[in-house]
């Protein structure tokens, strides 16, 4: 039994596929949060833009009913 578990510590056939993972998920990571901090940005600005409207609409449907 001693002798299959060093046998199996020995071997580093999959060592490279795990290297491959955690490089590829910390460049997927980094992706992930360079657009969502743009997204973000840009989504305040769009809906500060849609409250505008959404204000100036209000204020028409308003003093038109008067």
């Known amino acids: ?8 510590l020995a071997k ?3 060592a490279i596929t795990v290297d491959w993972v955690v490089l590829t998920a910390v460049v997927v ?5 360079i657009l969502v901090t743009t ?3 840009s ?3 769009v809906s500060g833009k849609i409250g505008g409207e959404v204000s100036q609409f209000n204020d028409y449907l308003n ?4």
Do not use: N
């Open 1 to 8: 039994m001693l002798k299959a578990i060093k046998t199996f």
């Open 29 to 33: 990571g980094l992706q992930v949060i």
């Open 12 to 14: 580093e056939d999959g």
């Open 43 to 45: 989504l305040v600005d």
């Open 63 to 66: 003093s038109a009913g008067d």
């Open 39 to 41: 997204m973000r940005e």
